[in-house]
């Protein structure tokens, strides 16, 4: 039997359980009732377990609701588990999604400092890669303009350049490569794989894009209902979840 070397794992992630709580809805009359209001409780993720290889592409795949963002949410620090554990062995990580991790109210420049140096990187390692970064999200004066002014197009297209310019171990990929023109789309989506082609970079990306996922991914989870149907070979699971949203 083989032993598994730790070094060659970059993500261990053991009996993941993560739920949703929320109170009923009521008005300011009713608020003073001293009925105790009902907690509904959704549960995101069920027990998930898996082991992520260094230098892997894995894709996540289900329909809507299964738990695909809440798993890279959990993974990127952003959720704490209710259950289970996560270990990320030491590993840099980013999440690149919509809507995740600016201040609306500080302009683009200030978020590309504000989100790397919670990526970890410094103010002088930032410097030096602010042009880079720039010239890539491309969306001119908008640079020095609040977040929230943006279009979804122009969130993307910064996300994205922050992300790819300032690379860490582990990246986290959420529907990005879907959003923005299509120029922008080719050029990010060649970046991607220019990315992952470090074979010590890790890549987890959720997407909707069965070719995405077959294109660029090693292997795939398919989660349904916040389990893990099955995990592997893309070609066979792909085509089973082709099958299953089928029916």
Same mark, same amino acid.
């Given at each position: 039997m083989v032993?598994k070397?730790?070094?060659?794992i970059a993500?261990?992630v053991k009996?993941?359980?993560?739920?949703?709580r929320?109170?009923e809805?009521?008005?300011?009359?009713?608020?003073?009732?001293? *009925?105790?209001?009902r907690?509904?409780? #959704?549960?995101a993720?069920?027990? !998930?377990?898996?082991?992520?290889k260094?230098?892997?592409?894995?894709?996540?795949i289900?329909?809507?609701?299964?738990?695909?963002?809440?798993?890279?949410?959990?993974?990127?620090?952003?959720?704490?588990?209710?259950?289970g554990?996560?270990?990320l062995h030491?590993n840099?990580?980013?999440?690149?999604?919509i809507?995740?991790?600016?201040?609306n109210?500080?302009?683009?420049?200030?978020?590309?400092?504000?989100?790397? /140096?919670l990526?970890?990187?410094?103010?002088?390692?930032? *410097?030096?890669?602010?042009?880079?970064?720039?010239?890539?999200?491309?969306i001119?004066?908008?640079?020095? *303009?609040?977040v929230?002014?943006y279009?979804?197009?122009m969130h993307?297209?910064?996300a994205?350049?922050?992300?790819?310019i300032?690379?860490?171990?582990? /990246?986290?990929?959420?529907? !990005?490569l879907?959003?923005?023109d299509?120029?922008?789309?080719?050029k990010?989506y060649?970046? /991607?794989?220019?990315?992952?082609?470090?074979?010590?970079?890790t890549?987890?990306?959720?997407?909707?894009?069965?070719?995405?996922?077959?294109?660029?991914?090693?292997?795939?989870?398919?989660l349904?209902?916040?389990?893990i !149907?099955?995990?592997?070979? !893309?070609t066979?699971?792909?085509?089973?979840?082709?099958? #299953?949203?089928?029916e």
């Open positions: 032993k070397n730790k070094d060659d993500i261990s009996n993941l359980h993560i739920s949703y929320s109170i809805k009521t008005s300011i009359r009713n608020s003073w009732d001293k *009925k105790k209001k907690v509904d409780v #959704f549960e993720l069920k027990g !998930v377990s898996f082991e992520l260094k230098g892997k592409i894995l894709g996540i289900g329909k809507n609701g299964s738990g695909k963002s809440t798993l890279l949410r959990a993974l990127a620090g952003i959720f704490s588990p209710d259950k554990t996560i270990d030491h840099t990580i980013s999440l690149l999604s809507g995740v991790g600016f201040n109210k500080l302009t683009g420049l200030e978020n590309i400092y504000l989100s790397g /140096m990526l970890g990187f410094s103010e002088e390692e930032i *410097k030096q890669k602010e042009k880079e970064i720039i010239d890539f999200a491309d001119g004066k908008f640079i020095y *303009k609040p929230k002014t279009s979804s197009g993307s297209k910064l994205f350049a922050i992300t790819a300032l690379e860490t171990d582990i /990246m986290l990929i959420d529907e !990005v879907a959003v923005g299509a120029r922008f789309k080719e990010s060649n970046k /991607m794989k220019e990315l992952i082609s470090d074979e010590n970079r890549v987890i990306i959720v997407s909707h894009s069965l070719s995405t996922i077959k294109e660029l991914c090693d292997e795939v989870i398919w349904n209902d916040g389990k !149907v099955k995990q592997g070979d !893309v066979s699971i792909v085509k089973d979840y082709e099958e #299953f949203m089928k």
